[in-house]
């Protein structure tokens, strides 16, 4: 199905307040479920060893302090006010501040960029232009362009900060209580009422545990607000001292979450997510906090085997119900960090930075829902191995927290280039944020990494694994490019071959898939050389992805002509952006035939003047699809009787046997007039179309060439090629008809 109207028409800006309200309430299920639950462990992390609740009440109050300027600091200055804006035209994340830069500095990780997806809506859309209005963003713009190692270095750390999401969307699961209950959550249904039935979850937690806090504030002690203060940090750091430097990587564990506000910003708006962490979230967690703080300041004798956690502080006689809420609570905040995995590594994989997965979308009406069933199971057994590893909150806790604080460092250095070259703001500013906020998340860092034997070391093993994979496939996808566009075939040699270029040309369409969005590519010669015939029309079709989150319909395909327009020879770039849902082929295949028919109508006669201009591919017309085109050429597939237009979900491919045959009619509007040789030639391809289409899919073997370093032979010929023969193949291969197809192998040495 084509979900692209429903993920265009995503009612983020411009809502009414009913709708607005609406958002936030839902945002509160799907953002906010894990933040909601660190008060279960945070405490009880913290206190776990490195500093001792004593009758002075320093310690407690000195947590406090910290977890309310943590909250306060990190989750609402940083990410509300700051972070939030840096939205890439809706959507957030590592990867969405990585596309966002890299449309600035064009330093982006997808090979095959074209100067013509700069003239993108979305690409320009939100303040983005191509200059920078102070010295210093222009000359670090340059740098940046300039410098392959730059780049690199650039790329890598959007990668750490993925990973350590993933990472994060193992340990989440089992940091929370009873963690193994998560996974019977990815079996319900995964439509809309899903975000209503998590929402009142959250709600009815964030109530009880705020309630609870307002009762233990006057039940013991209504002072505990004066702990709020920053002095009672100073007193607790000059007491407890390294315990207490130590203790920090407990107290991070309140903001664990943090980074799904801005990593889910594509599914809601800007404003319903600062509404609902203003207003609702924010208050309860401080309240949760402070009513424990009072509770503990008058029990430092604890005689449970729970120590200081958070059902000490719960009344007995409602304990057991609160306990039901928690563990509906820890399910739901498990399922929002999943969810954000599974939406992170669509991402990657669709800017060339991870391997090709099976996505299913779960939802015909909202954007984004989506299921990664390899991704899914890995996340089960890494999930099960730490819980069953480690057996205990402390060591989760060490190392959730790792993992979390590594994804706010590594937001907060690409924050202050999007400040420079996004926003041209000054440097000062710029620097003054990374200061400010670096510091204090280096802090906790420092904090967190200290505790590397002690749980610590798995975000930073996961995260090596994953960035292995993601850096292997990025390196060898972007060679197998490199010698593409390397060994491409010169226009002089297809000229010298003639119209018919040496061989029987039959009727029919051959579509040949290729990466290269200019030239011709070698396969192509490859198979001139060996066939004795091929098709009429040929198409080079390139599916690419572009930095951007969506491309508009109207935007879709860029069609141009190889050689001269005797050779029927057609390129024709279909644009995707890293957040679009791709269509079935029944649909494509139609768009793709009305994009051409559409070129060969609205092509001006100057266009085909010299030889010359037979070497730029680049000049390239951009047509959309036939939904968005509706002044243009349409295709109708009818019966022989030629009584009734087919509707969409007839327009399959007729296999040789099938009788009676379909024909395909364009119908071509009034005006403007076509002049005679486009009459023939859409005559020619709609002959061609009636024929039949045959997909030419080319599987190479990408091996290192003689006298490659041994490390460039692990990397392309051991690991680059497990992944490419363990991982799926283009999703567009999948569903071609095998009767349709020619397969041939081809070996590319690097």
Known sequence: ?????????????????????????????????????????????????????????????????????????????????????????????TFALYSLLSRHARVSSLPNCQLADEELSEYTKDGVVSTSNSAFGSSLKSTLEKHRVLQKVLLILALIGTCMVIGDGVLTPAISVFSAVSGLELSMSKEQHRWFLFAPVVITWLFCISSIGVYNIFRWNRQVYQALSPYYMYKFLKKTQKGGWMSLGGILLCMTGSEAMFADLGHFSQLSIKIAFTFVVYPSLILAYMGQAAYLSEHHVIQSDYRIGFYESVPEKIRWPVLAIAILAAVVGSQAIITGTFSIIKQ??????????????????????????????????LCLAVTIGFRDTKSMGNASGLAVITVMLVTTCLMSLVIVLCWHKSIFLAICFILFFGSIE??????????????????????????????????????????????KVSINWLLSLGPT???????????????????????????????????????????????????????????????????RLYRCIARYGYRDVHKDDIEFERD???????????????CDVSLEKLEDDEKMTVVGTSSSNLDGIRMSVDDADFSEMASTSELQEIRPTEKPKKRVRFVVPESPQIDREAVEELQELMEAREAGMAFILGHSYVKAKRGSNLMKKLVINVGYDFLRRNFRGPTYALSIPHASTLEVGMVYHV
């Open 442 to 487: 280096a802090l906790y860092f420092s904090a967190s990494l200290i505790k590397f034997r002690e749980g610590a070391w798995v975000p930073i093993a996961l995260s090596f694994i994953f960035l292995v994979v993601m850096y292997v496939w990025h390196y060898g996808t972007f060679k197998k490019y490199e010698f593409d566009v390397q060994n």
């Open 1 to 93: 199905m084509d979900l692209e109207g429903v993920v265009r028409n995503h009612p983020i800006k411009k809502d009414s307040w009913k709708t607005l309200l609406t958002l936030a309430y839902q945002s509160l299920g799907v953002v906010y479920g894990d933040l909601s639950t660190s008060p279960l462990y945070v405490y009880k992390s913290t206190f776990a060893e490195d500093i001792h609740h004593s009758e002075t009440n320093e310690e407690i109050y000195g947590v406090l302090s910290f977890v309310f300027w943590t909250l306060t600091l990190i989750p609402l200055v940083k990410y509300v006010f700051i972070v939030l804006r840096a939205d890439d035209n809706g959507e957030g994340g």
């Open 592 to 606: 793709l035939v009305c994009s051409i028919a559409e070129f060969i109508r609205s092509e001006r006669p100057e």
């Open 348 to 381: 990657c994989s669709s800017l060339g930075c991870f391997p090709r997965v099976k996505i299913i979308h779960t939802s015909s009406k909202i954007h984004g829902q989506i299921y990664i069933p390899e991704i899914n199971w890995t996340l089960m057994l």
């Open 501 to 567: 270029l040496g061989i029987v040309r039959v009727r029919g369409i051959g579509l040949i898939h290729t990466e290269l969005v200019s030239g011709i590519p070698a396969i192509f010669s490859h198979f001139v050389t060996n066939l004795p015939a091929f098709h009429q029309v040929v198409v080079f079709l390139c599916i690419k992805s572009v930095p951007v989150p969506h491309v508009g319909p109207e935007e879709r395909f860029l069609v141009g002509r190889v050689g001269p327009k005797e050779y």
